[in-house]
């Protein structure tokens, strides 16, 4: 065998191996997985001298029902911290304070403070719940009247009174009729029997609801239990949350039925058509004085 075909043939072995090398290193990077390196940021661990305090998560205006997400606890500078009225970690929880009423605005950050709240229960509670200038009223309901338990604090109703009617038929006759009408829009529920907070959502059938309402509104609520039987209708969250419930809700637009617009059995009033749609009527509640009515 000569040089030459020794030398081509080391050559072509050096070349086979390379080859086989490279292709070696080439299939293990693919199959095994990249990795990356991760950058950790170092945890951010309390000032020194501070201790953690219960504040306000958001602003929180008079007469708030504190709900957990409203709370949390944050460092705060040990001598700042007064141990009577602040109200430290590991001493209460968050829970703790769901609930309950919030008696002076308090704003987002700012430390907690105990006589700032009121707790379900203590003394003042109802008072702290109302809005300036509004009153407390209680009327008596049942699973029909209170929408079968489905009402809590914090939504809003109409109320729909249902009474008996002395309205003229076409011979200038008194005739009793049975009559429906939307008194009045958007009032508040702050309490459900005993229950004023907003963190048990368990339906229940009430005895009796407290509505918020102006002096004027609650003069005529008492009133209108006196008359009849008194509905309440809840109202959707949308619109709850353009409510103004201060102003004279019996001016917002109202509606009514009477018996007559559903049956065609029972004549209808004079001064309604013969499809039983009401025009312009006198209705008497048991007395000589009427009111104009209009549909």
Excluded: C
Excluded at 115 to 134: D, T, Y
Excluded at 137 to 151: A, K, L, P, R, Y
Excluded at 190 to 208: E, K, L, N, S
Aim: proline letters at 6%.
């Amino acid at each position: 065998m000569g040089r030459r075909l020794i030398v081509v043939m080391l050559i072509a072995a050096l070349i086979a191996g390379g080859v086989f090398y490279f292709t070696r290193l080439m299939q293990q990077g693919a199959t095994e997985p990249v990795q990356t390196a991760v950058v950790t940021e170092p945890q951010r661990s309390a000032p020194a001298n501070s201790t953690s305090v219960m504040v306000a998560a958001k602003d929180l205006p008079a007469g708030t029902l504190i709900q957990d997400s409203m709370l949390t606890f944050r460092p705060w500078p040990t001598e700042s911290v007064d141990p009577v009225s602040h109200i430290a970690e590991g001493k209460a929880t968050l829970a703790d304070y769901a609930g309950a009423v919030v008696r002076t605005g308090v704003r987002s950050g700012e430390p907690m403070v105990l006589g700032n709240l009121i707790k379900r229960g203590e003394s003042g509670f109802l008072a702290a719940v109302l809005k300036p200038g509004m009153r407390a009223i209680s009327i008596t309901v049942n699973e029909s009247t209170g929408v079968s338990g489905f009402v809590f604090p914090g939504d809003q109703v109409d109320l729909l009174l249902s009474h008996d009617v002395q309205l003229p038929n076409a011979a200038g006759q008194g005739v009793s009729h049975r009559a429906s009408e939307t008194v009045m829009h958007g009032l508040r529920v702050i309490a459900v029997d005993q229950r004023v907070g907003d963190q048990d959502q368990t339906p229940a059938v009430a005895r009796g609801v407290t509505l918020e309402a102006t002096p004027e509104q609650a003069e005529k609520i008492a009133l209108l239990q006196r008359m009849g039987e008194l509905r309440l209708l809840l109202r959707p969250l949308a619109a709850s949350e353009n409510t103004d419930v201060t102003t004279d809700t019996m001016a917002d637009p109202r509606t009514f039925t009477i018996d007559s617009d559903l049956s065609q059995i029972i004549a209808p009033p004079a001064g309604s058509d013969s499809q039983g749609t009401a025009g312009s009527v006198q209705l008497i509640r048991g007395t000589t004085k009427s009111t104009e009515l209009t549909k």
